[in-house]
């Protein structure tokens, strides 16, 4: 059964990151949250971390905490307001029901108010991302343009992987598995060479031997891989650093 996250500890206006129109009660709610960690200098490039479908987890903070550490400006945007899930069943439904456009608007908000940080000293953001924040990644990035540099999707599935990678301007680094079932490798090869092609981005992909979620170290799935997700990391945070700017 779903609970409550404890880790929101931001919040950002959404006024200015409209997807389309919007009805009823999501009209009304025009604030994001979300988890935000600074590094021990207090200011750095800023990044934007994408949850994966379980939530806003003790393991995405662990994750954009490590990036306060690596010396950015981390924020992890709560896609689900607040609502956290260790089921598997129960979090492909609540991924199911976040409307993509919705996602993207709190990332927009997230992306602006990021930027508009004291403590960020970027001008454009870095974004990472795993299982379903892997797909947003990648939408954010067609969407948000140039105020990405560095766009890192980890094994990115679900609703926000975008039909249209043309508006991506941001350098890509994607890490995924050989034996994922939940995207197949065919599939991410088809879609790294779909940016290359309709981007013009600069765009490397991995391959590991591992399967779907080898980075989570809670080992939600059974597939964490230590080796390989230390060589992944590494390779994000040095890419990251060299990007956003």
């Known amino acids: 059964m779903s ?40 200011s750095g490039p800023g990044v934007i971390v994408i949850q994966e479908w379980w939530g806003l987890t003790d393991h ?17 945007p709560d896609l689900y307001g607040g609502s956290i899930t260790h089921d598997g069943d129960e979090a ?8 993509a456009e919705e996602g993207a608007r709190l990332l927009a908000g997230a992306t602006d ?16 991302g795993f299982c379903m924040g892997g797909g947003f990644v990648l939408a954010m990035a067609a969407q948000q343009g140039e105020k990405v540099s ?21 350098a890509v680094q994607g890490h995924y598995a050989e034996h994922d079932e939940s995207y197949p490798v065919e599939r991410a090869r088809e879609q790294e060479e779909q940016i290359r092609a309709e981007s013009g981005a600069e765009v490397t ?6 399967g779907h979620a080898f980075h989570n170290d ?3 799935v059974g597939t964490y891989d230590p080796g390989l997700a230390r060589l992944a990391w590494d390779r994000a945070v040095e890419f990251l650093g060299e990007k956003v700017a």
């Open 3 to 42: 609970e409550q996250t404890p880790h929101q500890n931001t919040s950002f206006s959404l006024n200015s990151a409209g997807t389309g129109d919007r009805t009823g009660d999501q009209a009304s709610d025009q604030t994001g949250h979300g988890y935000l960690a600074l590094p021990e200098s207090g």
């Open 60 to 76: 995405i903070k662990e994750v954009t905490d490590r990036l306060a550490g690596a010396g950015f400006v981390a924020l992890a």
């Open 92 to 99: 492909g439904e609540m991924m199911s029901k976040l409307p």
């Open 113 to 128: 108010h990021l930027l508009g940080l004291d403590a960020v000293t970027s001008a454009t953001v870095g974004t990472i």
């Open 150 to 170: 560095a766009a890192v999707p980890f094994y990115g599935v679900g609703q926000g992987v975008p039909e249209s990678c043309a508006g991506i301007t941001a």
């Open 205 to 210: 992909y991995f391959y590991y031997d591992a």
């Open 218 to 220: 809670t080992n939600a």
